[in-house]
């Protein structure tokens, strides 16, 4: 799915608007409607509700939000935040026909007007919308702290006030929402973890904006969904044999990280790769065999051995980054042409060596967590400034960057892919060595990088989604991804 900057949004009302066609008060109308239909499912009627609006046309939805539930028996109490100016055409609307229903309207006029807000109460925040450009300030910025500080139950609409859809909004004043009531499509600014205390649960409702906009608007940024993915995975003849599905060579573990090794060995294997070879000590060959019998060994004392022969490589995992290390991963990007993994300590190698960038085979495929990125192209400020460095990188560099997270980015010739599979029973020391795992023996099975990457990384996310059948958000372990992973596929043939 696209993902539209602020500008876009509003080209699309207006295209909706024109070509359903609809008038502007209808289509908020529309939208209103959604947001109670949604909370009528919710909240008992005994419930009181404080809406509090600005004077745009979020402000907007909100009183037309007030009109109805006043309309279904629900306490509700207005209040408008007054700088002087008139308002949208659409708010003075609304608010002639919430003045038809109740007197229970009030006009701030400053931090004297604060209502007290008990913690039992429902707040609706559509004071500011997808259109701020600025950071709140003074009684605007005074009263989102005091919405903050109440303890109450808020549902933002659209965006929570005070966040920026597309931009960083770190630092500023915004409204830290427990749910957020977004139109149509996910905004950028919900990927983003910096803002993860701002828009709590986010729901996205249909209001049916006219379809073909997508098809007229270009973007560089669009979320990974199950049917896109479920496209690019390929069938297998019925008389393949394993030398048709690749062999992959993992570099990785060391002497106390023998895990790592076995993950990413066990990740290969399940995820389709003919054959899998691990080069690691060979105090650690009884453990990966034990694991994983079906994996093949090359013993870390004696280098790496015969590397033309593999269709691909992962090395990082649990390696190291002593001089030994250091020299092993120089020899495998100075003799291995293909594309290849790049993750953990094999990133650290790179930020300590980082003329050997250079080096890296076109079609590579690099999994930094974002200290690891800042570390290798320099601190970044925030999460948009991250991601659009990460961009700009695999522009002027021939990999791909997957920048790990809740929402993990994929990087790629100057676009950017967030993933929308996986929770937070990820948040555990090994699931980095599974993706890594995933994502080379797809490049194994020649699928090209991109596609590697997409598929891995959202396979990996559908795994850990499918494996809270048994387990807990805090019981996931890595090896559970693994043993999912099968799953995960039929999941997506089968959708």
Same mark, same amino acid.
């Given at each position: ?27 908020? +109308? ?40 006043? =309309? ?21 609307? &609304? ?9 229970? $309207?009030?006009?701030?006029?400053? +931090?004297?007007? #604060?209502?007290? %807000? ?52 770190? &630092? ?6 427990? *749910? ?7 905004? /950028?600014? #919900? ?22 906009? /997508?098809? @007229?608007? &270009? ?11 479920? +496209? ?28 790592? =090794? $076995? ?26 065999? =034990?694991?994983?019998? +079906? ?11 015969? %590397?033309?022969?593999?269709?691909? !490589? ?6 190291? !980054? ?9 020899? $495998? ?31 590579? %495929? ?46 790629? &010739? ?21 993706? *890594? ?26 795994? =850990? ?13 890595? *090896?559970?991804?693994?043993? @999912? %992973?099968?799953?995960?596929?039929? #999941?997506?043939?089968?959708?």
């Amino acid at each position: 799915m696209k993902i539209l900057s602020a500008q876009q949004i509003q080209q699309w009302d207006a295209f909706t608007i024109q070509n359903e066609p609809i008038e502007s008060i209808q289509l908020m +109308e529309r939208a209103a409607a959604k947001c109670v239909e949604w909370m009528e499912e919710r909240f008992y009627i005994t419930k009181k509700f404080n809406v509090f609006c600005g004077k745009g046309n979020n402000g907007g939805d909100g009183l037309a939000i007030a009109r109805m539930m006043i =309309a279904k028996g629900y306490t509700v109490t207005v209040y408008i935040l007054e700088f002087g100016a008139i308002g949208t055409n659409d708010f003075q609307t &609304n608010l002639q026909h919430l003045h038809l229903v109740t007197k229970d $309207i009030h006009f701030i006029q400053s +931090e004297n007007f #604060f209502p007290v %807000i008990s913690k039992d109460d429902i707040v609706i925040d559509a004071l500011f919308g997808s259109g701020l450009n600025r950071p709140l300030q003074d009684m605007s910025a005074a009263l989102v702290q005091h919405i903050n500080q109440s303890n109450a139950t808020i549902i933002s609409i659209d965006v929570p006030s005070g966040l920026s859809i597309d931009k960083s909004s770190k &630092n500023y004043p915004a409204v830290c929402a427990n *749910t957020t009531l977004t139109f149509q499509i996910p905004k /950028l600014c #919900f990927f983003m973890a910096e803002n993860a205390e701002n828009f709590g649960e986010v729901h996205v409702l249909n209001i049916e904006l006219h379809k073909t906009f /997508l098809e @007229t608007v &270009n973007t560089n940024v669009e979320t990974l969904e199950n049917n896109f993915i479920a +496209e690019l995975i390929k069938p297998r003849k019925s008389f393949a044999h394993k030398g048709n599905f690749g062999h992959t060579l993992i570099v990785a573990g060391n002497v106390g990280k023998t895990g790592a =090794a $076995i993950m990413c060995s066990g990740a290969v294997l399940r995820t389709g790769c003919g054959l899998v070879t691990t080069n690691l000590p060979s105090a650690s060959m009884n453990a990966l065999h =034990a694991s994983f019998p +079906e994996a093949m060994i090359q013993l870390r004392e004696n280098g790496v051995t015969d %590397i033309e022969k593999f269709s691909a !490589i992962a090395v990082g995992p649990g390696l190291g !980054i002593d001089e030994s290390s250091q020299q092993l991963f120089k020899q $495998i990007v100075q003799s291995f042409f293909k594309s290849m993994v790049i993750d953990a300590d094999a990133l650290t190698i790179l930020s300590l060596q980082k003329d050997w960038l250079k080096l890296i085979p076109a079609g590579s %495929i690099l999994t930094p967590h974002p200290k690891e990125f800042d570390r290798l192209f320099g601190v970044c400020e925030n999460d948009f400034e991250r991601m659009e460095k990460a961009v700009e990188l695999s522009k002027q560099y021939s990999f791909i960057i997957v920048l790990k997270g809740h929402h993990t980015l994929i990087a790629s &010739n100057g676009r950017a892919y967030f993933n929308t599979s996986g929770n937070v029973g990820l948040a555990k020391g090994g699931s980095g060595d599974v993706l *890594t795992g995933m994502i080379v023996s797809l490049l194994a099975q020649q699928y090209n990088s991109l596609h590697a990457a997409l598929i891995g990384v959202y396979l990996h996310g559908l795994a =850990a989604d499918l494996a809270l059948e048994q387990q807990s958000y805090e019981s996931l372990l890595a *090896t559970d991804v693994i043993q @999912t %992973i099968g799953k995960a596929f039929n #999941f997506l043939r089968e959708s």
